[in-house]
C-alpha cells in the first residue's frame, strides 16, 4: 500500500521545450493519480471484507450463546 506523499521525479534535458515537459507532468500525475486510485481501492476492499467477517462472526456467535435466563444474547445488547 501506499504510504504518505507520492514522489515521482522525472529528469528533463535542459534543451526539452516547454510542451514536452508539460506533457511529461501531465503523465506523471496520471501516474499518480492510478497508484492513489489502486490504494483507495485496496483500502475500500480491505475495510468491507473486515467488516463483512465481524458481523458474520457476531452474527454466528448470536445464534450460538445463550444466557443463563435462557435468553439469546442479542436480546442483552
Do not use: H, W
Not at 504510504?3 to 515521482?8: F, H, N, S
Not at 467477517?53 to 442479542?74: H, M, V
Amino acid at each position: 500500500m501506499v504510504q504518505g506523499k507520492l514522489k515521482v521525479k522525472a529528469s528533463l534535458p535542459k534543451n526539452v521545450k516547454q510542451k514536452s515537459s508539460t506533457r511529461v507532468n501531465k503523465a506523471i500525475e496520471k501516474s499518480k493519480t492510478k497508484i492513489q486510485k489502486k490504494a483507495n481501492i485496496q483500502n475500500i476492499i480491505k475495510n468491507n471484507l473486515e467488516t463483512t467477517c465481524k458481523t458474520k462472526i457476531e452474527s454466528d456467535l448470536c445464534s450460538r450463546a445463550k444466557t443463563c435466563e435462557g435468553k439469546s444474547f442479542r436480546m442483552l445488547k
